[in-house]
């Protein structure tokens, strides 16, 4: 059973950065999909950026050229640099992976493994 947990997030003024790791164990996931997803009040959960094992990567509109998506394998460990924040990310950052996910530059899905999430909160 492959277990992910976050870490990383915390409240930060707007145009701030905030770095985000996810690691796992429980499954080899050097040969998988990682991907971060968010959720804000009142909002469903969304993809934000996804890598694949051959370093495919997934980024939503919204995020594009303010976060970075990258992963050490031997560290067992994704990360989310995100630079220039905005009030907009406030939201809880889920890490995830699947048997079957998919990472390209215009795909992110198929993730079933969740971990229990970290905040993100962008404010004065």
């Known amino acids: 059973q492959v277990q992910l947990e976050e870490s990383g997030g915390g409240l930060v003024q707007p145009g701030g950065s905030l770095k985000l790791s996810c690691t796992w164990s429980?499954?080899?996931?050097?040969?998988?999909?990682v991907g971060w997803f968010r959720q804000a009040p009142g909002k469903e959960r969304e993809p934000v950026s996804c890598i694949s094992s051959t370093l495919g990567r997934y980024y939503a509109d919204s995020v594009k050229g303010r976060f970075t998506i990258s992963r050490d394998n031997a560290k067992s460990t994704v990360y989310l640099q995100m630079n220039n924040l905005k009030p907009e990310d406030t939201a809880v950052y889920y890490c995830?992976?699947?048997?079957?996910?998919?990472?390209?530059?215009?795909?992110?899905?198929?993730?079933?493994?969740w971990g229990q999430g970290t905040q993100v909160t962008v404010s004065l």
């Open positions: 995830a992976t699947g048997l079957y996910a998919i990472a390209t530059t215009t795909e992110c899905r198929e993730y079933n493994y």
């Open positions: 429980g499954l080899i996931l050097d040969y998988y999909a």
